[in-house]
């Protein structure tokens, strides 16, 4: 059976992600630093909204998304992430819609980046308030950094990791100066009559989602059942610390009006707490933090296609792969799709981009509890620590949030939001119909996934096995009963090795 296993297996040496890059992308994921939540200094009136909010959403929501996430990305460890694990519960249809709402989220979400990179430049270089120089410069960001996404996931990893420590270190200094000048009565200041409950929500939501994002990279991390677990952990933690230490030590050493806080101010607080210096390193450290933001989006949605493509569900040309390993035309397809959103304002983006988020997260919770109730023993490498009671009670808090930012949007994003899962629902049946009549390649879903199956590679043969059956998990929930059998049977000669 193990040789079977080796034979069907195409060996990459492209570099897989291990622990520390996994983290850094995980972060730039999510948040990417405090650039952007000064807004909810703001929308709440004073810092008390801020700080308790950044501290309760994690709890309620933050946790509850990274556990599941790490529960199926680790069952289900192939590139295409939450569409397997859709279609695993409710099949290929309801699959599908799930990967083109978080695409086209995805895609919104990265238009945000470019156009936050100048806005922060422009505070420095007033040049960029001009659309004859804006455009040119988003155009040129948008190409050089997709580029960078084409040489390799490992390099992409690799500068999130230096990109993270530099946008970070200078909130440390932030810190450790405010220290003497810190008054904790400011923190506790509140004005419910200024209070912009929509903006709020939105921004606490913005800066705490996209756990799952990173889970379709899932075929590209080394070890996935380990590094999932403990890059999530670590990702959650260091999140929130970059929230809430910088806003305790701006609002604590600053007596400054919530009016005031707003994009960019944190460069401005740095200013007043430690001089021009810092001033400019805050500044420096945002604009590098969007492009790692920019960088982790566009490497998840390329390769959400990739994994799309490798189960039949699009085209076999997104599942093509440069010399580098990357998904060539899935990169391509994400840079048009932000280039052509750029011209949006950042809270139409904003707003669109988390209402599809939340109708793909209530997917989610629902596809995690049916699969612990009708695949009990499906292989999960690791287990969020409770019974399928407590398991649809953590998902309980999380889905009453999403209802709500839901219930909060305006009537345009209704219609916005509502006129792309519209699209999705012709969509799919247009993409079945091109397939039956052969007007363009698809990848068979009998057939082996050659380049997922490389984490076979220095692997014992019981962790080959277990491999195979979390493949063959993800591949039959494409609506082919026969490969449900195989598993199963494949699941039983395990337990006869063990």
């Known amino acids: 059976m193990v040789n079977d296993v080796k034979n069907t297996a195409t060996i990459k040496k492209n570099p897989k992600l291990t622990l520390l890059p996994l983290i850094a992308l995980i972060f730039y994921e999510v948040s990417g630093g405090p650039f952007g939540v000064e807004d909810s200094v703001k929308a709440g009136g004073g810092p008390l909204l801020a700080l308790l909010g950044f501290v309760i959403f994690a709890l309620i929501w933050s946790i509850p998304e990274a ?7 680790t069952s289900f460890p192939e590139n295409g992430g939450y569409v397997i694990w859709i279609s695993s519960a409710f099949g290929p249809f309801w ?23 100048l806005d922060y430049l422009k505070h420095s270089l007033p040049l960029f308030n001009h659309l004859v120089a804006r455009i040119p410069a988003l155009l040129v960001i948008t190409v050089s950094l997709t580029y960078l996404n084409y040489r390799g996931l490992h390099i992409v990893g690799s500068s999130a990791v230096l990109l993270a420590s530099f946008s970070l270190f200078p909130f440390v200094v932030m810190a450790i100066l405010s220290i003497p000048r810190i008054r904790p009565g400011q923190w506790i200041v509140v004005d419910f009559n200024k209070v912009e409950w929509r903006g709020y929500f939105n921004t606490m939501f913005w800066n705490l989602n996209y756990w799952d994002k990173v889970s379709t990279l899932a075929g590209e991390v080394e070890d996935p059942s380990r590094t999932f677990r403990d890059a999530l952990l670590a990702a959650v933690v260091l999140v929130v610390c970059s929230y809430i230490i910088p806003l305790l030590a701006a609002t604590g ?12 101010y944190f460069a401005e607080a740095g200013m007043l707490i430690g001089g021009v210096w810092l001033k400019w390193w805050i500044q420096a450290a945002a604009a590098m933090s969007n492009l790692g933001l920019f960088e982790a989006e566009m490497s998840s949605d390329a390769f959400q296609l990739l994994g799309m493509s490798e189960m039949g569900m699009l085209p076999s040309i997104f599942a093509s792969r440069s010399k580098y390993g990357t998904p060539t035309i899935s990169i391509l397809c994400s ?75 305006s009537l345009k994003t209704y219609i916005v939001s509502g006129s792309v899962i519209i699209l999705g629902l012709f969509l799919y049946p247009a993409i079945v119909h091109a397939k039956e009549k052969n007007w363009c390649h698809f990848i068979s879903t009998d057939e082996p996934l050659g380049h997922s199956n490389d984490i076979l590679e220095d692997q014992s043969a019981a962790t080959e096995l277990d491999q195979v059956v979390a493949d063959e998990a993800s591949l039959s929930l494409l609506g082919h009963s026969k490969k449900v059998q195989d598993s199963e049977t494949l699941s039983q000669e395990i337990s006869t090795v063990d």
């Open 67 to 73: 556990l599941i996430t790490a529960e199926l990305a």
């Open 335 to 409: 840079a048009t799709g932000v280039i052509f959103l750029s011209w949006m304002s950042f809270q139409e983006i904003l707003e669109f981009l988390n209402f599809l988020y939340s109708v793909g997260m209530l997917l989610e919770f629902a596809a995690f509890i049916k699969l612990r109730i009708v695949k009990p023993d499906l292989h999960r490498p690791y287990k969020v620590p409770f019974q399928t009671f407590g398991a649809t009670a953590i998902c309980l808090p999380p889905a009453l949030l999403l209802l709500f930012v839901m219930y909060l949007a």
């Open 95 to 117: 699959g599908f819609q799930e990967g083109f709402w978080k695409w086209f989220s995805g895609v919104m979400d990265n238009a945000l980046y470019p156009v936050l990179f």
């Open 253 to 264: 050493a600053l007596k400054s009006n919530p009016s005031e806080w707003s994009d960019g």
